[in-house]
């Protein structure tokens, strides 16, 4: 029971800190409902156990933790892909300003 309540306790944190952020302008209102329905699904998951013992069982899976876990892998592998794709492009926005700022600067030399 305890670690239910600790569990509601974050899932309550992580839908007020969502749409503060949503507020703020830091998460789009799409994002949002996305961790919305995250946070919603770990609360009805924390609150109803036997719901994810079903959803086990409709994918093939033992217990209801088990899919849970292969699920939240699954997503943190997508996420992880994700954020790698950001960073990959933010670091080629950041050469080309570099590179630019360079040849840009290196002609004002040259004109002089």
Do not use: C, H
């Not at 309540?5 to 007020?16: F, H, K, M, S, T």
């Not at 926005?93 to 590179?99: K, L, S």
């Amino acid at each position: 029971m305890f670690i239910q309540l600790v569990i509601l306790a974050v899932v309550v944190w992580g839908l007020v800190l969502t749409w503060k952020r949503s507020r703020e302008g830091v998460l789009s209102r799409l994002a949002a409902a996305a961790w919305t329905l995250l946070w919603l699904g770990a609360a009805t998951v924390t609150v109803w156990p036997s719901l994810a013992s079903r959803f086990a069982a409709a994918l093939g899976v033992g217990r209801g933790a088990d899919a849970v876990l292969y699920i939240a892998v699954i997503s943190l592998f997508y996420l992880v892909f994700r954020i790698f794709l950001r960073l990959d492009k933010i670091e080629r926005d950041i050469t080309a300003v570099i590179r630019e700022a360079a040849l840009s600067n290196s002609k004002d030399k040259v004109k002089e």
